[in-house]
């Protein structure tokens, strides 16, 4: 059974990033938490699973893309969006544990596409 909102996790070490993505996603009706790093990223999952992770790549400790390889292992259920600005493009670079990408420093309306079809995609389960 599906809870009124689809639940969102935010991973970033740039705190500027994640307060605007938070306040963007919690307006757009999104029951959204967040975190800095990936090894705060496990905690918060274990805690409350989301339905959709959007993670950045390159962060210290737990990188990105650790952390997706992760979640993808333990957490199938979980969609994941991974996002960096050292990448261009709409596909996922390769290697990268996601189902989606999202290229940091292009219109935040694609990221918010992203975002609504996955969430769309949950409500309907």
Do not use: W
């Amino acid at each position: 059974m599906c809870d009124s909102k689809p639940k969102i996790l935010i991973v970033d070490d740039n705190a500027s990033l994640r307060t605007c993505l938070s306040q963007l996603f919690m307006r757009a009706g999104l029951d959204v938490r967040s975190a800095q790093d990936g090894f705060s990223a496990l905690s918060e999952i274990h805690l409350r699973e989301p339905d959709i992770l959007l993670s950045d790549l390159n962060m210290p400790g737990m990188s990105g893309f650790e952390l997706l390889s992760t979640v993808r292992r333990e957490f199938p259920m979980i969609r994941a969006i991974a996002m960096s600005g050292d990448y261009s493009g709409e596909a996922v670079p390769s290697g990268v544990a996601a189902d989606a990408f999202y290229e940091k420093g292009r219109s935040l309306g694609s990221l918010t596409h992203i975002v609504g079809a996955m969430a769309a995609h949950r409500i309907a389960c």
